[in-house]
Structure formats: structure tokens, C-alpha cells
């Protein structure tokens, strides 16, 4: 109980200075971001999801905007319109340069640096249900195992069924996984690993091996 809190304590402490310390020395890449999208699309820099956090709290999920803006939006599927991402958004995707605006909710206490997937609000009968509703029991992460898998592999497939089918059970799974390994050292394994997956692609076969691994121990458990 006295390590769970201390690790609770140390973990929160983290993303506050590290959250703080990325907003303020990233900031010419923000700029950076808010240009390109400007010029690529002219419309709203931030995309605001709307996600389901810890003890099942909805939150607003911050995102630099990286697809055309279009009348009609509808986030029920898995998988984003790949048609309406403008080159630039890809960059973004690419890079996840989109992602840095979650910083925001790191230092507000909506996420943490690493942890489960943040579920989406209109997918939490499929991201929540049964034995992978003990993933909101934690904070979400900016990154984590199953972001990593979704990252590395996940994000090739851009076919709704073929995703549900080949990618978003081991997802699930992923998250369960770090509820059980999640500790200091598994969590800056895992910023460790998204440096990597970002700026050395041939380190990613080996990285996704791993996770591949423990999701398959997470099954296992449960057969």
C-alpha cells in the first residue's frame, strides 16, 4: 500500500515537471505546428476530443488539428477518415507532433505521461467493457504499450475491420498489461520506447515484438 501510494506520489510529481518543463522549451515547435496547420487548412488549430479517463471522468483531449475541416463530424469509428488527413496533418501524425497539446492535460491531472489509452467517449462499450474496464482505474497516458502498438503497427491499417479484428484486441490487452508491470522503471522504459519507436524506426520490429509478447501473456491469464 505505502509503495503503491509513494509510486502514485513520485508518478504525479513526474508529469507536473516534466509536462511544465516540455511546455515551456517545446514552444517554437508549437509555433511551428500552428503555422503549418494554418497554412495547410486554415481553420482551428486544436481538434478537442472527448475521452473517458480515470474512474470512468470525461475530459477533453487536446490534439493539434490534423484533418480538413469538414461539416459533418463523426467520431464513432476506430479509425480515422485517412482521406482527410492534409500532408501536413500527416507530418504531425507521423512525428506525433500532434499529440504535444496533450501536455495540457498532463499538467491539469486528465493524463499522465504513461498509461492506458484514453477511451473514447462514444467507444467505451468497446474499450471498456467486461475485464478491460479495470483500465479506468488509472490515469490514460500521452503514451504507454498499447499507444506504442497502435503507433507502430495499428496506425498501417486503415480498414475498420480489419483493425477490429488484427489490432484492438492486442490493444486491449496492452493496457490490462500495465496495470500489472506499471512501475517507475516500466514507465521510463516506456518513454525510453517512444523515443525510439519516434526517432529510430529499426528499433520498432524489436519493440513490437515485445509488446506483442505481453499481450499474449495478459491472454493467457485469462484462458
Not at 511551428?32 to 472527448?50: H, Q, R, W
Not at 475541416?69 to 507521423?94: C, H, Q, T, W
Given at each position: ?180 508491470a506499471r512501475s517507475i522503471g516500466y514507465d521510463l522504459k516506456m518513454i525510453w520506447w517512444t ?29
Amino acid at each position: 500500500m505505502k509503495a503503491d501510494l509513494a509510486y502514485r506520489f513520485l508518478k504525479r510529481l513526474f508529469d507536473l515537471a516534466a509536462s511544465g518543463a516540455a511546455l515551456v522549451l517545446l514552444l517554437p515547435l508549437w509555433l511551428v505546428a500552428i503555422l503549418g496547420i494554418e497554412l495547410s487548412d486554415p481553420g482551428p488549430v486544436f481538434y478537442m476530443a472527448d475521452r473517458v479517463g480515470k474512474d470512468d471522468r470525461h475530459f477533453k483531449m487536446f490534439k493539434f488539428r490534423s484533418m480538413r475541416v469538414a461539416k459533418d463530424e463523426d467520431e464513432r469509428s476506430l479509425r480515422p477518415n485517412y482521406s482527410r488527413i492534409f500532408p501536413f496533418g500527416g507530418f504531425m501524425r507521423d512525428t506525433k507532433i500532434d499529440e504535444l497539446p496533450q501536455l495540457l492535460n498532463i499538467f491539469l491531472g486528465d493524463m499522465s505521461i504513461i498509461g492506458p489509452r484514453p477511451a473514447s467517449a462514444d467507444q467505451v462499450s468497446i474499450t471498456r467493457a467486461g475485464k478491460y474496464a479495470a483500465a479506468s482505474s488509472v490515469q490514460p497516458g500521452l503514451s504507454g504499450p498499447s499507444a506504442l502498438y497502435d503507433y507502430i503497427y495499428g496506425d498501417d491499417i486503415t480498414d475498420e475491420e480489419t483493425y477490429e479484428k488484427l489490432v484492438l484486441p492486442t490493444r486491449l490487452n496492452l493496457d490490462l498489461y500495465y496495470l500489472k508491470a506499471r512501475s517507475i522503471g516500466y514507465d521510463l522504459k516506456m518513454i525510453w520506447w517512444t523515443l525510439l519507436s519516434i526517432l529510430a524506426h529499426g528499433k520498432r520490429e524489436a519493440i513490437l515484438q515485445e509488446l506483442i509478447a505481453s499481450a499474449a501473456s495478459v491472454e493467457e491469464e485469462g484462458t
